[in-house]
């Protein structure tokens, strides 16, 4: 089992978070979401998919599972997920 170190750690927790905003909040996958939610409609699937610790726990899963088989290349995808949630946040943090 690889553990990862504090920087790769951090790199893999900015991108979990990176993933579950995209999926769960992001404008350019409204469209998909309220489409899926028309097909399924559910109160749990809806807080399912807005829930950081419901979808976030599984996107995390699926990082650490990534990161198990290949670890080089997931810290290397990784890297502008990362990048990406750090420009959201400083953004968001910038216009408050």
Do not use: Q
Not at 39 to 58: M, Q, T, Y
């Amino acid at each position: 089992m690889n553990i990862p170190n504090w920087y790769e750690l951090a790199l893999l927790a900015l991108a979990a978070f990176r993933v579950w905003k995209l999926l769960s909040e992001d404008l350019i996958l409204e469209g998909p979401r309220e489409a899926m939610l028309t097909h399924f409609p559910s109160v749990k699937l809806i807080d399912f998919l807005e829930c950081p610790w419901c979808l976030g726990a599984h996107v995390s899963l699926l990082w650490w599972i990534a990161y198990e088989i290949w670890p080089h290349w997931t810290v290397v995808v990784a890297v502008p997920w990362a990048i990406s949630a750090l420009v959201g946040l400083i953004a968001k943090a910038a216009s408050e």
